[in-house]
């Protein structure tokens, strides 16, 4: 895949498209079928050419858009006038309300927030825009349309229209689930840390209304839902999604471009080069490597006396990697030998989706095993268990694993590498281990699963471990386990 190239033909429409009408008027029905029209003469916004092109194709009905570019080309600005007209005109009416309802997903809370303020930056400039058009006839012309109601959501997130319409800006966690949408906007979308969320909670917000979903990011390296959807190897030959790769060069000009260009001499004399490459080249520059060794992998099951428990008296740890619909919930409990070497002694993958008795499960495996902690993974699917945990009184230890994964992962093959942590033989676990991928970007590290593979057993073993490791007399670190 390439970058795409602007032709002479549409560079010509779009500086056509720039000039604002002045004699007759403007058209709410040529403003529902050109995004453009609608940005340059209601709202007084000149966009670059690319964000025509993307508005092109949203108002053409494309249902599924993808686009990778440099920073500072306008993604958020692009995203945010649609999402403004859309309300404003009602264009795509769904549910028995028949409203136009848009959901924006940040990478994180805070953008989300910054995300309305552009929407309402959006608002002032086009009240400005009418009101001059208009010789000051018309004031607060867009204003005036916020439903200022009491039954009405207007705040950090949310905007409400008088017509019933509505823009609400979220980050990417559970709290999306229920929504109804009939255009998604993920921005960002490379950088959302858990791609179960896409899947699980953001694309099911559009299946009811037959609705839009548009992915705009830069990279993040060569993983991930955004990664895979995007494609830019080509290695699938058909894609779901409309896919836009838009470089800098191809749409800033002047001082804008300059600016950049600056950047990129300042980034190659300090070695920061796979940084500008990512952020402004728009490449998926990284470095990929698997994160154990074989040989070490091969030294975790070297014990052939080791099997597979059903009960222990000594004191263990049990961990609980909680899943969901692409992902296993996992139960492992490990040991920590005189000899300080962990040992896996147990573990439960349920099938997917059917870990209803969980709770019972554990009770009975309470009484069979030795358990000092329960460190389950402090994540939203298991809230209710572990408040449930808490409440019968257990000694419970909730990890954030997204927060410490990295860390704790590495404490896990520093202990690996010394011929310290063993399991009973288990072709799964070994699977993934040898499996498992770090990945160096220019932003961070990451280690994840291959795509297409799986890291359920993995990552509760690693859980399992994480107490014996940190209080071990030649550990790594102490942890308070109050912080958590």
């Given at each position: 895949m390439e970058y795409y190239k602007f032709t002479k033909r549409e560079r010509k429409e779009w500086l056509n498209s720039l000039?604002?009408?002045?004699?007759?008027?403007?058209k709410m029905s040529t403003s529902r079928k050109d995004t453009t029209y609608y940005a340059v003469n209601q709202v007084g916004i000149k966009p670059f050419v690319w964000q025509k092109t993307l508005w092109d194709l949203l108002d053409s009905g494309k249902k599924r858009i993808s686009v990778c570019s440099s920073r500072q080309v306008g993604k958020s600005l692009a995203l945010a006038l649609f999402a403004l007209k859309a309300i404003d005109l009602n264009i795509f009416p769904s549910g028995v309300a028949n409203k136009t309802h848009v959901g924006i997903i940040s990478a994180t809370e805070e953008q989300s927030k910054k995300l309305m303020l552009e929407i309402q930056r959006l608002i002032r400039i086009g009240d400005d825009n009418v009101m001059s058009v208009t010789n000051g006839k018309v004031i607060n012309y867009f204003s005036n349309k916020i439903d200022k109601g009491q039954a009405a959501t207007n705040n950090k997130t949310t905007i409400t229209f008088t017509n019933g319409n509505s823009i609400t800006c979220l980050p990417p966690t559970d709290r999306v689930r229920g929504y109804s949408f009939s255009y998604v906007f993920v921005d960002e979308a490379a950088f959302l840390e858990n791609d179960d969320i896409f899947f699980d909670s953001i694309e099911p917000t559009v299946s009811r209304t037959n609705g839009t979903i548009v992915l705009t990011s830069t990279p993040n390296g060569q993983r991930g839902f955004y990664f895979d959807i995007f494609d830019p190897e080509d290695i699938r030959e058909v894609h779901d999604y409309t896919r836009l790769w838009i470089h800098y060069e191809e749409v800033l000009e002047g001082e804008l471009k300059e600016q950049i260009d600056i950047k990129r001499d300042l980034y190659y004399q300090t070695?920061?080069?796979?940084?500008?490459?990512?952020?402004?080249?728009?490449?998926?520059?990284?470095?990929?490597?698997?994160f154990f060794e074989s040989e070490d992998v091969d030294k975790v099951f070297s014990d052939t006396t080791l099997y597979k428990r059903v009960s222990y008296s000594g004191e263990c740890d049990c961990s609980i990697d909680f899943g969901m619909v692409n992902s296993h919930t996992v139960v492992t409990v490990s040991m920590l030998t005189k000899q300080d070497t962990i040992i896996r002694l147990?573990?439960?993958?349920?099938?997917?989706?059917?870990?209803?008795?969980?709770?019972?499960?554990?009770?009975?495996?309470?009484?069979?095993?030795?358990?000092?902690?329960?460190?389950?993974?402090?994540?939203?699917q298991g809230y209710h268990t572990i408040q449930k945990m808490k409440e019968i009184g257990w000694n419970v230890k909730p990890m954030s694993f997204r927060r410490d994964k990295?860390?704790?992962?590495?404490?896990?093959?520093?202990?690996?590498?010394?011929?310290?942590?063993?399991?009973?033989?288990?072709?799964?676990?070994?699977?993934?281990?040898?499996?498992?991928?770090?990945?160096d970007t220019p932003r961070s590290?990451?280690?994840?699963?291959?795509?297409?593979?799986?890291?359920?057993?993995?990552?509760?073993?690693?859980?399992?471990?994480?107490?014996?490791?940190?209080?071990?007399k030649g550990g790594v670190r102490g942890i308070d386990w109050d912080d958590y």
């Open positions: 000039t604002p009408v002045r004699k007759g008027g403007v070695g920061r080069e796979k940084h500008f490459e990512q952020e402004y080249d728009a490449l998926f520059t990284a470095q990929v490597s698997s147990y573990h439960h993958q349920y099938p997917y989706g059917e870990d209803d008795n969980l709770i019972k499960d554990l009770t009975l495996l309470k009484e069979r095993f030795n358990i000092q902690r329960f460190i389950p993974d402090d994540c939203p990295v860390g704790t992962y590495n404490e896990f093959r520093a202990w690996t590498r010394q011929g310290k942590i063993f399991s009973y033989k288990d072709r799964s676990l070994e699977v993934e281990m040898k499996a498992l991928q770090e990945e590290t990451a280690i994840h699963k291959p795509s297409g593979g799986t890291d359920d057993l993995i990552d509760a073993f690693v859980m399992s471990s994480k107490y014996f490791i940190a209080v071990n």
